[in-house]
Every structure is written in structure tokens, then in C-alpha cells.
């Protein structure tokens, strides 16, 4: 098995486990830095002044010009660094001879170190290397009366005693930073668990791969895809989705507010809700789309919204061809269910010998049925039209429905695609049988088919209890339907012919109490 790389969560901590024990030993360190520089300068500042103290006793001066100056001299240097807690106080003449020291054998040799400033009258500091090892030291001009350099005075603290000094404030220092890194580590700790449960423990290369092949996933699906935030906020829309919904390519659209996008109404309206959607069908534009849409969780918190989106525009044309072609064949079915009861009732009455009834009832219902057919194919010319005609004559006439076609109406074949006809013409003849269907006799379905002023001209009326005013506005830009589901995508379609032909749609009161559906197409040569 391959070694599981470190997760984001788990290298940002050990990264700043790291910075932050750089930063407590960098700071740790110039504390100390900053500690021994101040120790020693506090050291240069109490060896000059013991050494100033030391030079200007009347004492010092008196036992230099004495006969034997170390025999007053040492007493009272070795009481004097005692005292002041300093490692040697050495007083010397001009030439470096020393007359005191801590270790008595050194008194009579010469004194190690630089003097010459002292001997020229000024005292000063400096780190030397000495007997007792490197040191700290002031060296102050004795003077006598007469202002001649009678001897130098050397007080010093060696560097090993200031180091003890600094050891000492160890302590203290550990005590500062210890708490420091223990806040810092804790803080990366909490940070790196919280990192932990947001990228759930995953490592750079794994989230890299894995927003690698998802986001190739999500834009190469034949189906649209839109994701929206908690507060209504679009997250993700992929390449089908933009082309579904009729959004450019260079359209901005990542973390806008669904009210701030220009969005098919009905889209718009469902993704604005939020509610849970199977298999609903909207409309986009000229397009029919199956709608999935419901809210995403993980443990529990909701994360979102996600609409999936699926192209259904040629099914739903086909389906509606299909419904089309169906109606048909039911109403052929019945008609020749019809025609052979009538012919069975026909041939019953020759052979009771009352063959000339039987002659008036054949003549009378060849005549109806091929009056019906000539008025049809006379005035339309289109034979998908014209056989979709005398099929809904004929299922109305199942459903117990005058279905009466105007005879003024008169169109040609070569007007417009006869499918788009079909789903005009059909879907409205559906949607008025659907309306007179619960309906009071008698129940009627008034159809006109023409040109006029350029247009082809679709009136379809019925006898039904009407449309509520209030519904007229929904009818074709929601898919709105007679049917008691509310469901239907009959009228939707008509839309979509319409706004495809950019024609013009019309509901008004019928002259037989009903609603009146007018639709105009502009012919080819006169659309702009």
C-alpha cells in the first residue's frame, strides 16, 4: 500500500510547531544576547566606579609613596573586592609592579593588560585576558598632589562571574518563555483541528486529484448542474447548465444571489424556494427541462442546494407527436368500432326486407362523415394537419363533444413546418376537450385555422366554465394546463412555438361562454 501523505491539517501544525519554537528560541536568544550585553556594561559601569573609589582614597595615595606600598596596599584591596563583590582589585605603580592581588604570589609582578590611556591620565575599560582569565576591568590614574601619575589602580570582574550572573536569571527567562510557546503550540493545535474537520483530514495531493477529476466530472456530465450556498448564493454552475439556462460562457455568476442573475422564471422561482423537486418539469426559453432539486447534508448540517437540470425538449415534442398520433389511432379505432355496429344495423334491416331504411341510414351517415372530410381537406391543404383534425373530430365525438371547424378556415401546406402546427393546433383542440370535459351539454370546441395580415392564425374556443382572469398571465409563461394536476406542458408548448416564431398569444371570453385561445405566427417572408 502507498504511505499516506501527511494531511493539510497535520503539516500546517507541524509548520507552525516549528516557526513558533524558532521564534521562542530567537527570542529566547536575544533576551539572553541582550542580558550578557547589559550584564557587562553593568559590570564596566561597578568595576570604574570601584576603581574610582579605589584612586581617590587618601590612603592609596599615601601608602604608593611609602616605603613598602603592598604591605598597606593588599589589606586594603582584598577588604575592598570583598566588599564589593568584585574579582581583584589590583593597585600598581607606573612601571605595571603590582602590590596587591587575590593570590598573594603575583604582588611584585607586572601587571598584565593595557595601561597606556591610565598613564596618560584618563581611565577607561576594557576586556582583557588576565591571570585570572578574561575580565571585565577599569584601570583609573592615581594622582598626587602636584597632579603626577603616582600609580594605577585595576578593578575587575572576570567573565565567568558574569556568566553566573546571567545562569542565575535563567530561570526567569524559561519561565517567560515556557508559557509563551505552550500558548502558541496549544493555538496551532486548536487551528489545525479545526483545519482537520474542514478538509477532513485530506492531503494536498489528495484534494488537489480530487478537485482535478470532479471539476472535470461536473463540467463534462450531459446534465445541467447548479449549486447553491445556504444563504441562496450561487456556488457552481457547470458547461450544460449555462447552456440549458442561456447564460453566456464569460457570464459571472460564482457567488451571486439567484436574484441577481438573469434566470428562466420558472428556474428563478424554484431555485429562489429551495424546495425539495422530483422530475419537475420548467421551462428555459424554447426548452422543456426535468428539474431534481433538494438539499445537500453531511452530519447532518445542511450545506446547500442542488438543482439538476435535463434537456427533455425533443421528448416532450415527440411525446406530444406520439399523443397526437395515438388520439388518432383511438378515434380510427372508434370510428371503425362505429362503422360496424351501423353496418351490422344496415344489413339486420335487409334482411328483415326494409332495405330501403337500411339505404337512408348508410347514405345519411356516408354522407355526415364525407361531408366532414371534404370541408377538411378542402381547406387544409397540409395532411398531417388535416388527418390530426378529422382525428380530433372523431375523439370528440367519443367524448360525447361537437368539435365544429369554421368553415372559413383555409391553409396551405407550405406555410410553416407542419410539426410546429401539429403542436399548436393539437395541444390547444386538447387542452379545450380537457375544458368542456366536466363541463354541462352542450359541450363544444369551436377550431379556426387561417392566414390573414401575414400570419397563420390558430382561434380555438370551447363551451367550458372558462379561464380565471388571474390565470390568463400564467398560461403560457408556466406551462399552465386544464388539467386538474396543474401539471400539463400542452400550453407550454404552444408557448415555445410562439416565442420561437416571435408570434403573439391571446386568451379571451369564447362566444359559447368558454375561453377563446388565439395564436398568430408570422409567415417566413414576414418574420423581421
Given at each position: 500500500?502507498?504511505?499516506?501523505?501527511?494531511?493539510?491539517?497535520?503539516?500546517?501544525?507541524?509548520?507552525?510547531?516549528?516557526?513558533?519554537?524558532?521564534?521562542?528560541?530567537?527570542?529566547a536568544?536575544?533576551?539572553?544576547?541582550?542580558?550578557?550585553?547589559?550584564?557587562?556594561?553593568?559590570?564596566?559601569?561597578?568595576?570604574?566606579?570601584?576603581?574610582?573609589?579605589?584612586a581617590?582614597s587618601?590612603?592609596?595615595?599615601?601608602?604608593?609613596?611609602?616605603?613598602?606600598?603592598?604591605?598597606?596596599l593588599?589589606?586594603?584591596?582584598?577588604?575592598?573586592?570583598?566588599?564589593t563583590?568584585?574579582?581583584?582589585?589590583?593597585?600598581?605603580a607606573?612601571?605595571r609592579?603590582?602590590?596587591?592581588?587575590?593570590?598573594?604570589?603575583?604582588?611584585?609582578?607586572?601587571?598584565?593588560?593595557?595601561?597606556?590611556?591610565?598613564?596618560?591620565?584618563?581611565?577607561?575599560?576594557?576586556?582583557?585576558?588576565g591571570?585570572?582569565?578574561?575580565?571585565?576591568?577599569?584601570?583609573v590614574p592615581?594622582?598626587?598632589?602636584?597632579?603626577?601619575?603616582?600609580?594605577?589602580?585595576?578593578?575587575?570582574?572576570?567573565?565567568?562571574?558574569?556568566?553566573?550572573?546571567?545562569?542565575?536569571?535563567?530561570?526567569?527567562?524559561?519561565?517567560?518563555?515556557?508559557?509563551?510557546?505552550?500558548?502558541?503550540g496549544?493555538?496551532s493545535?486548536?487551528?489545525?483541528?479545526?483545519l482537520?474537520?474542514?478538509?477532513?483530514?485530506?492531503?494536498p495531493?489528495?484534494?488537489t486529484?480530487?478537485?482535478?477529476?470532479?471539476?472535470?466530472?461536473?463540467h463534462?456530465?450531459?446534465?445541467?448542474?447548479?449549486?447553491?450556498?445556504?444563504?441562496?448564493?450561487?456556488?457552481?454552475v457547470?458547461?450544460?447548465?449555462?447552456?440549458?439556462?442561456?447564460?453566456?460562457?464569460?457570464?459571472?455568476?460564482?457567488d451571486?444571489?439567484?436574484?441577481?442573475?438573469?434566470?428562466?422564471?420558472?428556474?428563478?422561482?424554484?431555485?429562489?424556494?429551495?424546495?425539495?423537486?422530483?422530475?419537475?418539469?420548467?421551462?428555459?426559453?424554447?426548452?422543456?427541462l426535468?428539474?431534481?432539486?433538494?438539499?445537500t447534508r453531511?452530519?447532518?448540517?445542511?450545506?446547500?442546494?442542488?438543482?439538476?437540470?435535463?434537456?427533455?425538449?425533443?421528448?416532450?415534442?415527440?411525446?406530444?407527436?406520439?399523443?397526437?398520433?395515438?388520439?388518432?389511432?383511438?378515434?380510427?379505432?372508434?370510428q371503425?368500432?362505429?362503422?360496424?355496429?351501423?353496418?351490422?344495423?344496415?344489413l339486420?334491416?335487409?334482411?328483415l326486407?326494409r332495405?330501403?331504411?337500411?339505404?337512408?341510414?348508410?347514405?345519411r351517415?356516408?354522407?355526415?362523415?364525407?361531408?366532414?372530410t371534404?370541408r377538411?381537406?378542402?381547406?387544409?391543404?397540409?395532411?398531417?394537419?388535416?388527418?390530426?383534425?378529422?382525428?380530433?373530430?372523431?375523439?370528440?365525438?367519443?367524448?360525447?363533444?361537437?368539435?365544429?371547424?369554421?368553415?372559413?378556415?383555409?391553409?396551405?401546406?407550405d406555410?410553416?413546418?407542419?410539426?410546429?402546427?401539429?403542436?399548436?393546433?393539437?395541444?390547444?383542440?386538447?387542452?379545450?376537450?380537457?375544458?368542456?370535459?366536466g363541463?354541462?351539454?352542450p359541450?363544444?370546441?369551436?377550431v379556426?385555422?387561417?392566414?390573414?395580415?401575414?400570419?397563420?392564425?390558430?382561434?380555438?374556443?370551447?363551451?367550458?366554465?372558462?379561464?380565471?382572469p388571474?390565470?390568463v398571465?400564467?398560461?403560457f409563461?408556466?406551462?399552465?394546463?386544464?388539467?386538474?394536476?396543474?401539471?400539463?406542458l400542452?400550453?407550454?408548448?404552444?408557448?415555445?412555438v410562439?416565442?420561437?416564431y416571435?408570434?403573439?398569444?391571446?386568451?379571451?371570453?369564447?362566444?359559447?361562454?368558454?375561453?377563446?385561445?388565439?395564436?398568430?405566427?408570422?409567415?417566413?417572408?414576414?418574420?423581421?
Amino acid at each position: 500500500m502507498a504511505r499516506r501523505q501527511w494531511s493539510i491539517a497535520g503539516q500546517l501544525f507541524a509548520l507552525q510547531a516549528v516557526v513558533v519554537t524558532l521564534l521562542v528560541a530567537a527570542a529566547a536568544a536575544g533576551a539572553v544576547w541582550l542580558a550578557r550585553t547589559d550584564a557587562r556594561e553593568a559590570a564596566r559601569e561597578e568595576v570604574l566606579a570601584v576603581a574610582h573609589t579605589v584612586a581617590g582614597s587618601p590612603d592609596v595615595r599615601t601608602a604608593l609613596l611609602s616605603a613598602d606600598p603592598a604591605a598597606t596596599l593588599q589589606p586594603y584591596a582584598e577588604a575592598t573586592r570583598v566588599a564589593t563583590g568584585t574579582d581583584f582589585v589590583v593597585v600598581m605603580a607606573p612601571d605595571r609592579t603590582r602590590y596587591s592581588h587575590p593570590s598573594p604570589e603575583q604582588i611584585g609582578r607586572p601587571f598584565i593588560g593595557d595601561i597606556g590611556p591610565a598613564l596618560a591620565g584618563r581611565a577607561f575599560t576594557t576586556t582583557n585576558v588576565g591571570t585570572l582569565g578574561e575580565s571585565v576591568r577599569a584601570v583609573v590614574p592615581v594622582r598626587a598632589d602636584d597632579g603626577r601619575v603616582v600609580g594605577l589602580v585595576s578593578v575587575g570582574i572576570t567573565t565567568r562571574a558574569i556568566n553566573r550572573r546571567l545562569l542565575d536569571q535563567a530561570p526567569v527567562l524559561a519561565a517567560a518563555a515556557a508559557p509563551a510557546l505552550a500558548l502558541a503550540g496549544t493555538g496551532s493545535w486548536l487551528l489545525s483541528r479545526r483545519l482537520r474537520r474542514q478538509t477532513h483530514g485530506l492531503g494536498p495531493a489528495e484534494m488537489t486529484r480530487m478537485y482535478e477529476y470532479y471539476d472535470a466530472v461536473l463540467h463534462s456530465v450531459r446534465e445541467g448542474l447548479v449549486v447553491l450556498t445556504p444563504d441562496r448564493r450561487v456556488a457552481l454552475v457547470n458547461d450544460e447548465g449555462r447552456r440549458l439556462l442561456g447564460l453566456a460562457e464569460e457570464a459571472a455568476v460564482a457567488d451571486r444571489p439567484v436574484a441577481g442573475i438573469e434566470l428562466p422564471p420558472a428556474v428563478a422561482e424554484l431555485l429562489a424556494s429551495g424546495r425539495d423537486a422530483h422530475d419537475e418539469p420548467v421551462l428555459a426559453g424554447d426548452r422543456v427541462l426535468v428539474a431534481n432539486q433538494r438539499t445537500t447534508r453531511f452530519e447532518g448540517a445542511a450545506l446547500g442546494t442542488v438543482l439538476t437540470l435535463r434537456d427533455q425538449t425533443d421528448l416532450r415534442n415527440l411525446a406530444s407527436e406520439l399523443d397526437s398520433v395515438r388520439a388518432l389511432t383511438e378515434a380510427l379505432q372508434a370510428q371503425t368500432h362505429e362503422s360496424a355496429n351501423r353496418l351490422h344495423t344496415v344489413l339486420t334491416m335487409v334482411e328483415l326486407g326494409r332495405t330501403e331504411e337500411a339505404v337512408q341510414l348508410a347514405t345519411r351517415d356516408l354522407a355526415v362523415a364525407q361531408q366532414l372530410t371534404d370541408r377538411v381537406v378542402g381547406a387544409v391543404t397540409e395532411p398531417a394537419l388535416a388527418a390530426l383534425l378529422l382525428g380530433k373530430s372523431a375523439q370528440a365525438g367519443e367524448r360525447g363533444v361537437d368539435l365544429v371547424i369554421d368553415p372559413d378556415s383555409r391553409l396551405d401546406a407550405d406555410h410553416l413546418p407542419p410539426t410546429d402546427l401539429l403542436t399548436v393546433v393539437g395541444n390547444l383542440i386538447d387542452n379545450a376537450l380537457e375544458a368542456v370535459a366536466g363541463s354541462d351539454p352542450p359541450r363544444r370546441v369551436r377550431v379556426f385555422v387561417g392566414v390573414g395580415d401575414g400570419e397563420v392564425v390558430v382561434r380555438v374556443g370551447d363551451s367550458g366554465p372558462g379561464l380565471d382572469p388571474e390565470r390568463v398571465a400564467d398560461a403560457f409563461r408556466r406551462g399552465w394546463s386544464t388539467k386538474s394536476s396543474g401539471r400539463g406542458l400542452g400550453l407550454a408548448l404552444v408557448g415555445q412555438v410562439v416565442r420561437r416564431y416571435g408570434g403573439r398569444s391571446e386568451v379571451d371570453p369564447a362566444p359559447d361562454g368558454g375561453t377563446l385561445f388565439t395564436v398568430r405566427l408570422p409567415l417566413p417572408e414576414q418574420r423581421p
